[in-house]
């Protein structure tokens, strides 16, 4: 039904597309001979006029011109040469032109349209090389191929809600590409370049083109409104003739969610991350538990091209899971090894103890026993309480401590953990930045689920249609509200801080996004209603750009079989 209806939506602008470009078409200036069309022009027609007004073309000669009308009114331009174009409102036409040596001007006919920016010319850089021999034409090319150059090899872009793939590009040489732009997304995409060349791709389809890229480079969008505000930014880079890489090297992919605002660059060679397992470790057998913890410093790549240094317990971030039941005792041996550059403590939110007894720091070569009697049932909060206790939760030191009753949980089909935290990004390889950290509005690089950004994007949580569902859902911070949520579903069952909706109770009441204040957990329950994506997300959406982002795949992930 769902995909029925997307199809149907991305029909109708490529029917309209279709049609706009055959009655432009037709009308094309009259010739004889198939005369060839040197390049394609875009400009956009805004309520400030059209822009850019005087465009320069390398040579004369035929050319394609595309005008995107973002105004809600229609244009009629007439050319020089006595030829009319409409442009109807909120929509993209093209027509063909053929620009004399002196340049074309133009305006729109309708009364007031001039004076508010409607008008323009075409000029043309280079009127000699039309009249000039062979050679140096050839010449003229080479100081600055363009129009006429030869392509040179083809790149090849997808785009996606809301990103391109590949984001960076590096072709050994300037000169004239073919271009092929390849629509995986479910909405119209365009790749705009800063030239102005636009190939547009409807939904599932691909289209190509050309564009010519000085030695520069040049940088592109995707010019559908809000689209280069959501991250569908890049830049085609030119290496130099000695490239020893093949012509289209991808560097990165920020899995298209808006570009962190990060000051720190993105590093092509950092290591692929390891992915965290999401899978809930089932409860400990017995009532007495005796845990290793290991206090590890290391490297971790928290998102693709970032690289921390990071404080772990037990080399991962989060730290383990600890499943432990109502009435059990939990001993917790906190070893902090001599290869450390700081003392580390831990505190258990599930714990009743003093500060200053259990939580106390110990040195790098100490060790210490933390033992606690879990009380109380729940999703809870374990972390370093070092001072400065920002910076060591920042640094990645936290883990979900699951008590569940005596008696246990009722049995579900699949059970998650995750844990959302912030990532305020210091210097590749280095700490993170406590001063970001400690900004009295925090503005996090990345906000994940599992410690990476974008994880369960790329390897999405796998489940069945109709399963039950239980999520244990943590809120690590160290300073950024959580707001839960899965679309497409609806929780039936939330365990919050102690406080409990349950499937079937009166009213039938239910849940959509779970509120967690840094240091809040809880329990989520809720089934897939078909096969397909449900994308999990803190529903705060300025980071789910930033990592906050991931996928539960019910079935093949298909709707439709
Ligand atoms: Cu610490």
């Excluded at 043309?124 to 090899?153: C, I, N």
């Excluded at 994308?535 to 439709?560: Q, S």
């Amino acid at each position: 039904m769902f995909h029925l209806r997307r199809s149907r939506w991305a029909l109708v602008p490529a029917i309209l597309l279709l049609l706009a470009t055959a009655a432009c078409g037709a009308k094309a200036p009259a010739a004889t001979l198939v005369t060839p069309v040197l390049e394609t022009l875009v400009m956009f027609a805004r309520d400030t006029g059209l822009t850019p007004a005087t465009p320069q073309v390398a040579q004369p000669g035929r050319y394609r011109l595309t005008v995107v009308n973002e105004t809600a009114d229609s244009h009629q331009l007439i050319f020089a040469s006595g030829w009319k174009f409409t442009l109807a409102p909120n929509k993209t036409t093209s027509t063909e032109i053929d620009i004399p040596a002196e340049g074309l001007k133009f305006l729109c006919e309708l009364a007031g349209h001039t004076e508010a920016g409607f008008a323009g010319e075409f000029t043309v850089a280079d009127t000699a090389s039309v009249a000039t021999s062979r050679d140096s034409q050839t010449a003229a090319d080479e100081a600055a191929p363009s129009s006429a150059g030869q392509v040179l090899d083809t790149l090849e872009f997808h785009s996606f809600e809301m990103g391109f793939k590949p984001t960076q590009l590096e072709v050994a040489k300037p000169g004239r590409y073919a271009v092929k732009l390849i629509n995986d997304g479910a909405l119209m995409h365009d790749i705009t370049f800063a030239d102005g060349v636009k190939i547009e791709a409807q939904a599932g389809e691909t289209a190509t083109g050309e564009v010519d890229i000085p030695a520069g480079g040049l940088e592109f969008i995707c010019s559908v409104p809000g689209h280069e505000q959501a991250g569908m930014v890049g830049a085609i880079t030119v290496t130099g003739s000695d490239a020893s890489t093949a012509g289209d090297t991808a560097a990165t992919d920020d899995h298209g969610g808006p570009a962190p605002t990060t000051d720190v660059a993105a590093d092509a060679n950092a290591a692929a991350y390891v992915p965290f397992d999401a899978a809930a470790s089932a409860a400990l057998d017995g009532t007495v538990h005796d845990i290793d913890l290991v206090v590890e410093e290391k490297e971790m790549t928290v998102a693709e091209g970032f690289v921390q240094k990071v404080w772990t317990f037990g080399g991962t971030v989060p730290g383990p899971v600890i499943r432990v039941k109502v009435g059990d005792t939990v001993r917790i041996h906190l070893k902090n090894p001599t290869s450390s550059a700081v003392p580390h403590s831990i505190d258990f939110h599930s714990s009743q103890v003093a500060w200053n007894d259990e939580m106390t720091s110990i040195n790098p070569g100490e060790e210490k026993l933390y033992e606690w009697k879990a009380e109380y049932a729940g999703v809870w909060m374990y972390h370093c309480g070092t001072a400065p206790a920002l910076h060591h939760i920042a640094n990645g030191m936290y883990g979900m401590v699951i008590v569940e009753p005596r008696e246990g949980l009722p049995e579900v089909d699949k059970e998650f953990a995750l844990v959302q935290s912030e990532w305020y990004l210091g210097p590749q390889k280095d700490l993170t930045s406590l001063e970001k950290a400690a900004a009295a509005a925090p503005a996090p690089d990345y906000v994940v689920f599992n410690g990476v950004a974008n994880q369960y994007v790329d390897h999405p949580l796998e489940v069945a249609t109709g399963e039950r569902v239980r999520v244990f859902v943590l809120n690590a911070g160290p300073s950024v509200d959580s707001s839960f949520h899965v679309v497409g579903t609806i929780f039936d069952t939330v365990i919050k801080e102690g406080i409990a909706l349950t499937r079937g109770n009166a009213g039938n009441y239910g849940a959509q996004a779970v509120d967690l204040a840094p240091a809040q957990g809880a329990i989520v329950e809720f089934t897939t209603a078909e096969d397909g994506l449900y994308p999990m997300v803190t529903h705060a959406f300025n980071f789910v750009g930033r990592g906050a982002l991931g996928l539960f795949k019910a079935g093949d992930g298909d709707p439709l079989n």
